[in-house]
């Protein structure tokens, strides 16, 4: 059984982002092929809420190899969209500070349907209060047509150009 909607769809209006791409590239640092949300609809600070979505095309990198005749977005990509939506949260309002959000984990995820090519991937996060200033723990959901296909939830922790592994 699917979990609790985190947002109600219905209120949102997809038709006029909050947030561009060019927006979000302002923020976000991923480009080209690993770019996974087109745009933000929806951004609440004071309740932590994040909508986003990523049009999925036939134009995607994976579709030649998951699966051949048949492409099914990959669910680490699934996972990457919420991941980009909550890393653009933690920029935006400083939550966290580092260059970027990386993550730190994650917990319970489940994929309830596919994703294909021709799909329209909405994407909630929604943020939990930091306990400290060491990590950000998110909730998060994927929507087709309004189904939760994806859910889960992420820790995201602060990381700087500067990080190096000893």
Not at 1 to 23: G, W, Y
Not at 55 to 80: N, R, S, Y
Request: charged share 25%; glycine share 10%.
């Amino acid at each position: 059984m699917p979990p609790p909607q985190i947002v109600d769809l219905d209120a949102i209006d997809f038709n006029k982002p909050v947030f561009t791409l060019d927006d979000i590239r302002r923020v976000n640092p991923q480009r080209h092929e690993m770019e996974q949300v087109t745009a933000i609809v929806h951004y609440d600070e004071v309740n932590r809420l994040v909508v986003g979505y990523k049009d999925v095309t036939d134009k995607e990198f994976w579709i030649a190899g998951h699966m051949p005749g048949f492409p099914l977005m990959p669910g680490v990509l699934q996972c990457e969209c919420a991941a980009q939506l909550a890393g653009f949260y933690a920029r935006k309002t400083g939550i966290l500070g580092g260059d970027y959000l990386g993550f730190g984990g994650m917990d319970d995820v489940r994929f309830r349907s596919p994703v294909f090519p021709g799909c329209r991937l909405v994407i909630a996060v929604r943020g939990e209060p930091l306990r400290n200033r060491r990590r950000a723990e998110f909730e998060f959901q994927g929507f087709v047509k309004k189904q939760i296909v994806f859910s889960g939830r992420m820790i995201g922790v602060p990381i700087t150009r500067e990080h190096k592994i000893k």
